[in-house]
Structure formats: structure tokens, C-alpha cells
């Protein structure tokens, strides 16, 4: 698996001198300190930072390094809308901030900046795609917003109501400079619930800036957001297949890539081009108001990652989160299935039950169960994937036939590798789920609203035990990522050892050959001296005496070497000749 997993930190070739743009090509206008990071050319606006052709990412300078590079794509002050301004002025004191305001002038990993024009960081910056739903228990409506201005003018309103007494979620695909802005300036969001949804990074390079360092604790329970990783499988028919997904991950503004089932090192060396199963890094983050004074009903943001259109969900995707309605229940109306995951929240959403929505200002986290019941059907589809993966490798290792194959053994220790690497991070990530949104002793993010009654603003039962569910879901689910670890553990031993012990069973088949190989030495080598020796008289009319005298000292001499050469092994002939003879005499 990811094949695209290596990390992009590392030293690559600088794009060649014939692929920079001139500077009349340039798309904005730099002054001349800004010249030492160059335009690509032809664009490459899909460019993943794992690609070879990426190029030194440091070029944008290092975490040890000043800001003085990065303004080739800086917006001035006078510019900048407020919340930028606010990020870049904060992030003097927190630097970690300073990747947050770097995306939002580039729209997307800063480094990726080269291989962009101008007009595609304009397109990225504005891209928008916004649900607005209002949940009441009398009714739920939904407002789609595609547009960066129709979304500006709507939060800037004078009459747009951003107090209602229900509930509102607002749910985003991707990010952007505009959808950043707009409601990061709006509802005076910590600038860390964006920070911590751009990048799917497992590891770090010490030079990277875009590192993103964990919160103690106690910090992280008194936020009111939340940033969930996850994992995504899917089924891709071929190479070309992964590679037109891998460029589609590239179109994202955020950073998101596959992990294959086989390094793409290994699947390039071995010129790999069949199917393969890749699980994509997701992440989700909610956000929930803290409702101060005059505030009421629930207001949250949850953004999500966009729906990778190349390939097919694994066993065609997890189950529907509705129950099997009986037979003599009427059939609800034919409506069609969701084709992304963004559709697929609002419908999950919108169909809460309305005992849910009257308490939800009460109990805002059960605002999350339909993301949470989505994100648990993916860890599933992943732990049987896992479950399935082993199972297949214990049959092959069973298997003499394909043990004794070119790729047998060490075929099945280039996929147990990759997930040996991962389960760490899979379970890692369920932990963090379980320790922060199902956290049971989290504090709540929102106060309770005040327009509630007092006679309800005890949590409702219902959505307490569907909480309650998905932390038993989601603890089931680290339990078999425990057990498919130590499983993997166990058949990597087991492999090595089977590889031992058939270099073992090889190494005792060539020492049998070696002993046959000495024996014939030994015979034909006596034999060969004395013929060569006998070889130099010029008389051929002697031959029959050469003869007799060529066996009268060759025969002696070879058994004299063979006596040598294994003195045990004359010794048993001997004493079997012995005892032949003497029961023949009895």
C-alpha cells in the first residue's frame, strides 16, 4: 500500500531550466527578490508532493528558515481580508499558524505554488461548495451554496438570521481561501480547526515547515473542534487506474493520498500492472459554537473531503446506515442513492429523528452521529480488507507450490510490510476518536441554549444510547486492529522462519551435491595425474605396458586419496566387506 506513503520531505531533482517559465510568463507580479522560486513549466496544477518530478520542497525555505522566500505568493496587508490578516498577524506568536495563511494565499500546499498560474490559484482560492442545513423537529431545510460571493453575501446579510433558535449545521467539501475567510471571519473560529484539515501527513522530516505538532491533553479537551482522520479503501482495476486517481487527489485544495496495497516502488520494479486495493487518508473536522451571551440554538461546521471519483468502493462501500425496514412496513418512495460522500452526510443528517433535534443544543455532540456512523463503516470495510489480506498470505504461505514461485515468500512479506507500518496509525487513529468526540468524560463544546426548558435539559435518552453505540463500534473496531497487528507480527515470524528453514533445506541439498562433486575428485583426479604423468613417453608401441603400470599405480592411489578424503566411509565398506565375507564362509 501507497505506494504514495513516502514522505515528501525528502531531496528530489530541481525542475530543469528548460521547463521555467520566462519572466513575462510570470502570473503575478513579483518583485525582483522574489525570483529565486521559479514558475514550472507546463503547469502542473495536480501535482502530488510524493511525485518525482515535484522537486526540492524546500525551496520554500525549511522550519528553520525566515519567511523572506514566501513572498513571491504573499497578499499585502492592504489587501488581505480580515481573518488573513488576523492568521498572519497571530502566527508571529504561534508559528505553526503561518501554514494556515500561506494556503490561504496559495489555496493549497504553499510548495505546490510553482506549478500553478495565476488563474489557477484564483479558481482554487474561490472554489465553494457549502450545504446549509437547518434541522428543526418540525421541519429540516437545505440551502446549497456554490458560488464564493453568493456565500459572502448570504454570512454578510444584515437580515440573515446567525442566531436561530434550532439547530444549524454548515458542511464544506475541501477548503479554500474564500470558505476560509468567510467563515472563519463570521463566527471567530480558532484558526487551529482549519490548521489541523490540511494535511494527511503520518510522519515528519526535521525540516519540514508544515509540521503539525500534537496538543497536550488538557488543551485539547477544552477546544470545540475536532479534527478526525480516517481511512477510505477502494478498488482500482489497474495502474493507469491508480494514476488518474492519484491526479485526482492532486485537484484537491487540501493534501490527501492513497496507501496501496504494495509499495509503488515495488510495484514499479516488479512492473506491476494488474488491480490493486488502495485505502485513501481522509480526514473530517466538526466545529461547534461555544453559544455566548444572547446566543442560542446550535450552530456547527463540519468540512469533509471530497469523493474520489476513479475506482469503486471497496465491496462496493459500507452498509446503509439505516435499518432493514420490515416487510409489512410500507416502502419509503424510490429516491436515488448518494453518489458522493458529501450527499451522503446531508441525507444521513436531514433524516435524524426529530427527538434527536429537539435536544440537540443540549447534546450537541449527537450532532456528529451521522459523520461518526459514516467514518465506522469505512474502519470496518477496512478491517475486513486487513482481515481478508491476512487470511489470503496464511493460505499461501500453506501453499509448497507458490512458496517455491519467484515472488512467493518475499511477495508476501512486501504486503505484510506495508501493513506491519500502518496498523500503529490505524489504531492510533480510532484512539483519537474514542478519546475525543466519544470521550464520555469530554466536557461539552456548547453551552446549553437558553430558549431549552428547563424540564428538557436533561440529554435525551435516545441520543445518549446512540453514542453510547458508536463507542462500543468504534472500541470493537481498535480491538480487531489489536488483534490484526499481533497477527501480522505473527505471520512475518512465521514467513522468516519458513524462509529459514527452506535456505536451510538448500544449503543441505548443495552440501549432498558438494560430497558427490569431492567424490569424483577424488576418483578422477588420481587417475587424471597418473595418466598425465605417463603421458610424456614419446614411444606409443609401449602402450600395453603404460597401461598395466597406468592401472597398478592409479588404482592404489585413488583408493588411497578416497581413504583420505573420507576415512569413515572406508571404514564402513570395510566392515561390510568383512561381515559379507565372513557369513559367505559360514
Known sequence: MTGMHFKAGHEMESPRADERLSSSDVPLDLGKESRSIEKVVPPKPNILPNNSAYGDQYEIGDAYEGWERRKVWAIPDEDAKPYLKYVKRISEGFPHLRWLADFMEVSTMPSKWKFLTSSQISDRAKRTRVAMLDLSPSSSTRLDIQNSEKLNQLISDPNFNHNPEHARIFILEDLSRDMVEVFGAAYDIDPLFFRGHLLDYLWYNIRDPWVDLPDLEGVVQGRNFFNIRYMIPKYFQSQDSIEQAVEQLGGWNVIRRIEQELSWKIRLKRKIKDSTVGVIRGKASLWIRRNKEGESGLLAILVMDPTLREGFPLWGGPRALAATPSMHSPLPPPRPSPTSNFERLISSTLSLPSPLLTHLPSQP??????????????????????????????????????????????????????????????????????????????????????????????????????????????????????????????????????????????????????????????????????????????????????????????????????????????????????????????
Open 365 to 586: 455532540l449527537t450532532l456528529a452521529l451521522p459523520i461518526l456512523s459514516l467514518i465506522a463503516g469505512e474502519w470496518l470495510s477496512v478491517v475486513t480488507y486487513i482481515t481478508t489480506t491476512l487470511t489470503k498470505i496464511e493460505y499461501e504461505l500453506e501453499d509448497v507450490q507458490y512458496r517455491e514461485s519467484s515472488t512467493g515468500l518475499t511477495g508476501s512479506l512486501d504486503r505484510l510490510h506495508p501493513l506491519r507500518r500502518l496498523m500503529p496509525v490505524y489504531r492510533s487513529m480510532v484512539v483519537e476518536v474514542l478519546s475525543t468526540l466519544l470521550n464520555p468524560d469530554l466536557p461539552p463544546p456548547s453551552a446549553p441554549s437558553s430558549h431549552i426548558p428547563t424540564t428538557d435539559q436533561t440529554p435525551n435518552d435516545n441520543g445518549k444510547r446512540m453514542l453510547k453505540n458508536l463507542h462500543n463500534d468504534f472500541n470493537n473496531i481498535l480491538t480487531s486492529l489489536d488483534a490484526l497487528q499481533t497477527r501480522t507480527q505473527n505471520i512475518i515470524s512465521l514467513a522468516t522462519t519458513i524462509i529459514s528453514i527452506e535456505e536451510n533445506q538448500r544449503a543441505m541439498k548443495m552440501n549432498v551435491n558438494l560430497v558427490r562433486v569431492t567424490y569424483l575428485a577424488v576418483i578422477f583426479v588420481p587417475m587424471a595425474f597418473v595418466s598425465s604423468f605417463l603421458s610424456m613417453t614419446p614411444d606409443l608401441s609401449a602402450i600395453r605396458d603404460t597401461v598395466g603400470v597406468y592401472f597398478a599405480v592409479a588404482v592404489p592411489l585413488t583408493v588411497l586419496c578416497v581413504a583420505a578424503a573420507d576415512p569413515r566411509g572406508v571404514r564402513r565398506v570395510w566392515r561390510w566387506a568383512v561381515g559379507r565375507s565372513g557369513r559367505g564362509g559360514g
